[in-house]
Each structure stands twice: as structure tokens, then as C-alpha cells.
């Protein structure tokens, strides 16, 4: 039987070659992958463009095509008596935009307007809620457990008042105000509120202008049950709430970011206050110390301490926490490694000859997907449409090479990752995206409302 067996080293069998799958893995587990998503936004960012604006007009009582700007909006501008123009002190246009989670209402606080996203005529039929409270708003909010309602402050007042669009009714369903601050002299210290978040459960918190946060649980007393202190008492003029809701972070006026723990963090640091817990901050970040650890960046700017206008974790990321500076200048902050990873740094005013907006506190906003920022420009009308992808090929981080970048293997490196500047009609200070489809909502410093869409319609359709 031995004869009839051939050798194996006579006839060596080849290896055979695994068939290697042809459809894209998109095919294979339903689902995009996130750096293919990254790959796809060089497309996504060049493909918005503006498709319509809506000035802050109403046609009332069946005035055809007649329509007259807003009361509130005048009285803001100062084009009022002079009754009204302390009002307008430090502010212009719309101050806040949010969309409700289902993208269906747009609430704006352009001296309490509260409106749907129609893409029609601005009248006065289309408005859920349209309040003329006669003073100045800077936050709007909508309830996270809550849909129906929405929140608004200003920094003219200790008081946050809820409205609830299921009612026809332009009184508020419930006002909260801080607790009386006074000096050592006995005199009462002004507490204006500055930003607005919500918990998941029946908690509402809010940034004042004395350095502070107050954390009010509705279920007990429309007066804060717990107080977060930071070291100072200058303006916190934004506050976000980490993913699982336990922990806060505000900045504010000096370029300093601070985290709190609503569990408690450092108890025994805790005092008591007039029978309110008053916590200080777990830790704190000064932007402009981490920025000059960026050599690349330190070598080219001189970088000071400046204003934080606005901060927002990455929905698509839960520990980027982006922050936008006075001067323009926007950037990441990681929240698990303490350091700046991403940075973006337009032309100063004065190299184009054009003049920064000072009298606004611009509010970005994120994408729901594609770790996208969107921010309006401090000098130009216009947005900055931002990639700020958690990755070296993102052209804003620190760690950023062009060249490395097209050597990676991708379908899509062909295309050059980069950031875009869209030109507007109008200045931008506040923007809200869609939650679903992406469109963007630009709020200006004439209180109009900018769409920004990647579908190449007309209003009219």
C-alpha cells in the first residue's frame, strides 16, 4: 500500500487564499464606523450653506404682507424710550437658541421669543409661546424629564422662570430665585443668572454673577437646596452637566474652568450656609496656563488669560468639553487627562481690518454626530464650521501632521481634512443643530434666524 502514497514533499499543496469579502463593512454590521464617519465629513462640512433668513418681523392682525420688527426687540436695541435701554446693557440679538429632543420646537430667548422650526413667514400664528417679559434673557433651556417645558434667565434677575407650552398662557408655570446674598456691611449683593441646565431628574441648576451655582431640587422649595462656590466672584457665564449628570463644570469670566461633584466631593471642605450646603469646586482648570503648554502654539502667540464664553461636552465623545474664548479662539478640553488636545485660532480682527464683537457672548453649538463645532465668527458674518474629531487626524488637534494624515491608509485621504469658515448674511452669537438631520440654526445680532442646511432647497418648497 505504501506505493500508492505520494510523498508530501513531491507534491506540496499551496496554501489556499482566504476569499477576501467585497462590500464594505458598512454591509457587515449595519452600522458607520466612527473614523469612516470622519473620513465622510470633509463632504459633510462643504456641502452647508445658507437657505434662508428670517428677520425678527411679525405680520399681526392680517396685515398682509406688511410687517413691523418686534416690540421686544426694539425696546433691546434701545430704539425705545429711555425707560427701557438699561435693558440692552452688554447685549445684543439672540442670546441662546435649543432645539426640544425631537428637533420639533426651537426655543430662542431674543428678549423672550419662543417659537417653532417652520420654514415660514415669522408670524405671529406660528408661535407656541411669545412673552414680552421687558427685560433682557440670556439662557433658554428645555426640560430634560419635561418636554413641554422650558427655562429662561436672565442676568438682571435672581429668578428662573419655567413656561409650559401645553398651556395658552403667557404667565410662567413656576418661578425659582436664589437666596438673599448680602456683604459684611449688610448690603444685598446682585445675583443675575447666567446659564441654565437641567438634571434627568427634577433638579434645575444655574450660574450667577457672583461666582457661583445654585442647584434647586423643585420638589422640596423654589429656593436653592445646595450651593457650589467657586475661589472668586466674577461672572460664570456657562455651565454644562457631565453624561451621568453628577458632575458640573461652569467657566466664566477669568478663563478658569471648574468641576464640582453634586454628590458631594470634598465634604469635609463642605459649610453650611443659613442652612444651605455650600460646596467648592473638586478642581479647576486655567485655560491659558494648559494652552501655553502647547509649544507649537506658545512659540507663535502671546497667550493671556481670557473670557470663556461658552462650554459643551461632545455628544458624540462624552470627555470633550469644548470651550470658546472671547478673542474667537476655540478649543478641547479633555476631562480624563487634564490637558488641551485641540485648538483653533482664527486671524485677530486687526489683520483683516475688521472689529471684534465685544457686546456678545457667542454660544456654539455641537453636531449630534461627527464631533463638529459650530461657532459663530467674532469678526466676520459668518460660522466656523470645526473639526474637532477625539484623534491626531483631526487638523485642529495639537498633535495634528498634514503629511502623516494623507499616509494613513483610507479610501478617503484623498481629501484634505480641514476646518471651514461659512460666510452668512448676518454676525452670529448663538447656533443650535438639529438633533437629527443636522441642520444648523444661527441666531444673530439682529435677533433674524439664519438656516444652514446641506439640502439645496428654497424656503418656498
Known amino acids: ?255 478658569i474652568v471648574y468641576m464640582w461633584d453634586l454628590r458631594g466631593g470634598r465634604a469635609a471642605s463642605a459649610f453650611q450656609f443659613h442652612k444651605q450646603i455650600c460646596h467648592p469646586p473638586v478642581t479647576s482648570w486655567k485655560l491659558s496656563s494648559m494652552l501655553e503648554r502647547i509649544g507649537s502654539l506658545k512659540a507663535q502667540s502671546d497667550i493671556v488669560s481670557k473670557e470663556v464664553h461658552s462650554i459643551d461636552f461632545d455628544p458624540s465623545c462624552p470627555y470633550q468639553l469644548a470651550f470658546h474664548l472671547d478673542d474667537g479662539w476655540s478649543g478641547i478640553l479633555d476631562i480624563y487627562n487634564f490637558q488641551v488636545t485641540h485648538v483653533h485660532c482664527p486671524p485677530p480682527a486687526w489683520l483683516n481690518g475688521s472689529s471684534t464683537d465685544l457686546l456678545s457672548l457667542r454660544k456654539p453649538s455641537w453636531l449630534a454626530t461627527h464631533s463638529i463645532y459650530v461657532v459663530g465668527s467674532s469678526t466676520d458674518n459668518g460660522i466656523h464650521l470645526l473639526d474637532f474629531y477625539p484623534d491626531p487626524s483631526s487638523p485642529c488637534h495639537v498633535d495634528y501632521s498634514p503629511i502623516e494624515d494623507v499616509e494613513r491608509p483610507s479610501r478617503m485621504n484623498s481629501r484634505n481634512k480641514q476646518n471651514r469658515f461659512l460666510p452668512l448674511s448676518e454676525g452670529v452669537t448663538a447656533c443650535a443643530a438639529h438633533p437629527l438631520n443636522g441642520t444648523i440654526i444661527a441666531g444673530t445680532q439682529l435677533s433674524s434666524l439664519l438656516v444652514v442646511s446641506q439640502r439645496k432647497y428654497s424656503v418656498e418648497d
Open 1 to 255: 500500500m505504501e506505493k500508492y502514497l505520494v510523498p508530501a514533499e513531491e507534491n506540496p499543496r499551496k496554501p489556499s487564499r482566504l476569499y477576501q469579502w467585497k462590500r464594505s463593512l458598512i454591509e457587515l454590521n449595519g452600522r458607520l464606523e466612527s473614523k469612516y464617519r470622519h473620513d465622510l465629513s470633509a463632504l459633510l462640512l462643504q456641502s452647508y450653506s445658507q437657505i434662508g433668513a428670517f428677520p425678527h418681523l411679525y405680520h399681526v392682525n392680517g396685515g398682509g404682507d406688511a410687517a413691523i420688527p418686534c416690540q421686544t426687540h426694539i425696546n433691546s436695541s434701545g430704539m425705545a424710550s429711555d425707560s427701557t435701554r438699561q435693558f440692552a446693557i452688554n447685549k445684543q440679538g439672540i442670546s441662546a437658541l435649543e432645539f426640544d429632543n425631537k428637533g420639533v420646537y426651537l426655543a430662542n430667548d431674543s428678549f423672550s421669543y419662543f417659537g417653532e422650526d417652520e420654514r415660514k413667514s415669522e408670524d405671529v400664528s406660528k408661535h407656541v409661546l411669545h412673552n414680552s417679559l421687558g427685560r433682557q434673557l440670556d439662557a433658554v433651556r428645555w426640560n430634560l424629564a419635561n418636554q413641554d417645558e422650558v427655562a429662561c434667565t436672565s442676568m438682571k434677575t435672581n429668578e428662573v422662570h419655567i413656561f409650559d407650552i401645553g398651556y395658552i398662557s403667557s404667565e410662567p408655570v413656576e418661578v425659582l430665585k436664589t437666596r438673599r446674598a448680602v456683604t459684611v456691611h449688610g448690603s444685598d449683593v446682585h445675583k443675575g443668572l447666567t446659564d441654565i441646565a437641567f438634571t434627568s431628574d427634577s433638579r434645575l441648576i444655574a450660574s450667577d454673577t457672583n461666582g457661583g451655582v445654585n442647584v434647586w431640587d423643585r420638589r422640596m422649595s423654589a429656593l436653592p437646596c445646595l450651593e457650589l462656590t467657586s475661589n472668586s466672584r466674577s461672572t460664570l457665564n456657562s455651565i454644562k452637566l457631565s453624561v451621568e449628570n453628577q458632575m458640573v463644570f461652569g467657566a466664566g469670566r477669568h478663563g
